[in-house]
């Protein structure tokens, strides 16, 4: 089985989060819990589904990721961009993100 985070944007301000293991959302994706088998995928699936009823976030999704070297790397191209910021800078305050993390 891969390992999943639970991810959503913020419906303030449409910022990328994940939940993290307080249940608090956070915009950082090495502070997210970390689904390792099914229940936790299934306990996981269910606070999104709550947090968008009560209109605490939008766009929930449970995305795969792998651990290396003690750090979360997203599996697919979509959700690095999402965690790790734009891929080159557009404007002042938003730096490009790290090639690395974005390599596939």
Do not use: C
Not at 50 to 56: G, H, M, S, T, V
Not at 62 to 84: C, F, M, N, S, Y
Not at 92 to 102: L, M, R, T, W
């Amino acid at each position: 089985m891969v390992d999943k985070v639970l991810t959503a944007n913020r419906l303030t301000d449409g910022i990328a989060v994940w939940l993290d293991a307080n249940g608090a959302w956070t915009t950082s994706l090495q502070e997210a819990l970390v689904a390792r088998h099914a229940e936790a995928e299934a306990a996981l699936e269910a606070i999104g589904k709550q947090a968008y009823a009560d209109n605490k976030v939008v766009d929930v999704n449970l995305i795969d990721v792998q651990e290396t070297g003690g750090k979360l790397w997203p599996l697919r191209l979509r959700e690095r961009i999402r965690a790790e910021g734009p891929t080159m800078e557009y404007a002042p305050g938003y730096a490009a993100a790290d090639p690395e993390f974005i390599a596939v």
